[in-house]
């Protein structure tokens, strides 16, 4: 299953109705995700729809194990605060484009935010721990 060739309705109708294998669901779709849910919403609103929707697809593709807290939001709180310093009428593939870094990197936002024994360890898998880690410039000009 290609998540990239639907339609922002179709993807998102597809995972709320668990229809994505777990190996189909990639981190680019994860952005996309969280970009679909906080679009169109305040935040508290977006990310607790994305939060609900996200843990029924993990429990129901089984990777409760995978699942990590810390890095969940993380990501909203970014993807958030990106759409809402682009005009309201971004689409996804704008945003994508316009935020490369988001889609292209996973890891490299979180490794200059946080230190490696604060995002691997079992508490940051739990809770979310706030990033220890002064600001850095990211590639997008901006900093985050």
Avoid at 53 to 71: L, M, P
Wanted: glycine share 6%.
């Amino acid at each position: 299953m290609k998540t990239s060739a639907m339609s922002d309705a179709e993807f998102l109708a597809s995972f709320e109705s668990l229809e994505i294998p777990g190996s189909a669901f990639r981190h680019g779709d994860h952005v996309r995700l969280a970009w679909i849910y906080l679009h169109d919403s305040d935040f508290a609103s977006g990310a607790a729809r994305f939060c609900e929707q996200f843990g029924r697809y993990v429990q129901h593709i089984g990777a409760e194990s995978k699942y990590h807290e810390t890095i969940t939001w993380f990501y909203l709180v970014i993807v958030f605060e990106r759409i809402r310093s682009h005009p309201p009428t971004l689409n996804w593939e704008a945003f994508a484009r316009s935020n490369e870094d988001l889609l292209n990197n996973g890891m490299g936002l979180l490794r200059i935010r946080y230190r490696n024994e604060t995002l691997f360890s079992p508490l940051a898998r739990k809770i979310f721990l706030l990033p220890d880690l002064q600001k850095q410039p990211v590639a997008h000009g901006g900093a985050l």
